[in-house]
């Protein structure tokens, strides 16, 4: 488990540059043997939390629990030793180029101390679980940047830490090979019970792999808690604004194109539903069609599923006189359906 108390970081002034406040107030736990995602824009704060995680940084205030140990307080050969229960991938892999995808993996085991015996028995081991067994002689320079990443997953699971951070570690890496990896730290989450922290700006790492996440903003958590719950009720601007990455808020082209702000005669009034929850997708239209006993249209629909709920929205065409469009708006109120009235169609 890793528990931040009271943490702030400020980094000082700096040849004229002035300081910088790059975390405030910082108060949560990540649950052991969870995938937990820190979502961010860029500056947020998220690189400095996760080298407060490792000990590469030190808090201004607070404290950082790792597994019962203040790691802030740790220097010298006790935090040399705490850190090998924290591995680290990283968005460049950072492999040296000299070494084999082997060697690489022994390193941290040498550092270590292993007798070599043991090193060579552990990489063979870590090399079939991260699928890359036949890659033992390969330098870095033949390697794909997936199989890049592996070397690097096993190289920071060589001493068994309890954590693994990720910063950015599927960023550089196209969306096939992104899931892959994204399904490996999964596959090693179950297995070995690692705790993984994810740091991403992507909404759809947090989405495919992470349970818990926490939302940050200008060095602050703006939001935090299982992934399902924030996001299907997602209450902060930069929350919603990640979501919408997912579900997307623009219309397709040829909806877009036909919306009109003045009713015309005999057309339709266009309204969007926000869909969250289990099944609310599928209920809602059927619903307002039969409680309101109206003809709805329905003229685009995106939904996804995050954390196991469907998010999304509809676009929805009803009869568009004046009367008809306030009951359904006050009927998708009433029933807790954020809805916006976009327009008209013909
Ligand atoms: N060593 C440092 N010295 C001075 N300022 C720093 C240092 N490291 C980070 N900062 C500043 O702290 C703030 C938070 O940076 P941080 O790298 O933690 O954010 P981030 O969310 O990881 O951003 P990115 O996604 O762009 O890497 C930024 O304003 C950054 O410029």
């Known amino acids: 488990m890793v528990r931040f108390e009271g943490i702030s970081k400020t980094y000082p002034a700096y040849r004229g540059k002035p300081g910088v406040n790059a975390l405030e107030n910082i108060d949560f736990a990540i649950p052991r043997g969870s995938i937990t995602g820190v979502i961010g824009r860029s500056g947020a704060g998220k690189s400095s939390l996760v080298r407060l995680i490792n000990g590469l940084e030190k808090p201004t205030t607070g404290r950082v629990i790792v597994d019962g140990n203040d790691i802030s307080a740790l220097a010298g050969r006790e935090l040399r030793l705490a850190q090998r229960s924290i591995g680290m991938i990283f968005q460049h892999f950072n492999l040296l180029s000299s070494r084999t995808a082997a060697d ?7 550092i270590a101390g292993w007798a070599k015996a043991d090193i060579k028995a552990r990489v063979s081991e870590l090399l079939a679980l991260v699928g890359i067994a036949d890659k033992h002689d390969r330098y870095p320079s033949e390697l794909s940047g997936g199989q890049k990443q592996r070397v690097g997953i096993a190289r920071a699971l060589a001493t068994r830490p309890s954590v693994l951070l990720s910063d950015e570690a599927t960023s550089a890496l196209d969306p ?8 490996l730290l999964a596959n090693i989450n179950r297995e070995l019970g690692v705790t993984i922290v994810l740091i991403t700006h992507e909404m759809s790492v947090v989405r495919q792999l992470a349970r818990e996440v926490v939302v940050l903003d200008a ?4 939001e935090s808690g299982h992934v ?3 996001f299907t009720h997602p209450k902060h601007p930069i929350t ?3 979501l919408a990455e997912v579900i997307g808020d623009s219309l397709p082209v040829s909806l877009a194109s036909r919306i009109m702000a003045e009713p015309p005669v005999g057309g339709q009034a266009v309204i969007r539903i926000q869909v969250r929850g289990a099944r609310a997708g599928d209920t809602v239209v059927a619903r307002l069609a039969r409680e309101l006993g109206l003809d709805v249209a329905l003229l685009s629909a995106r939904i996804d599923e995050i954390g196991g709920q469907h998010v999304g929205s509809l676009v ?5 006189r004046g009367d008809v469009q306030a009951r359904v708006l006050a009927w998708l109120s009433q029933h807790q359906f954020p809805a916006e009235h976009l327009g008209h169609v013909a």
């Not at 690489?104 to 040498?110: F, G, T, V």
Request: proline share 7%; net charge negative.
């Open 104 to 110: 690489n993996i022994a390193l941290p085991l040498e």
């Open 176 to 183: 096939q090979t992104t899931r892959a990896i994204l399904d």
């Open 219 to 222: 060095g602050r958590v703006v």
């Open 228 to 230: 399902a719950d924030i």
């Open 240 to 242: 919603q604004s990640f």
């Open 316 to 320: 929805i065409g009803i009869p568009g």
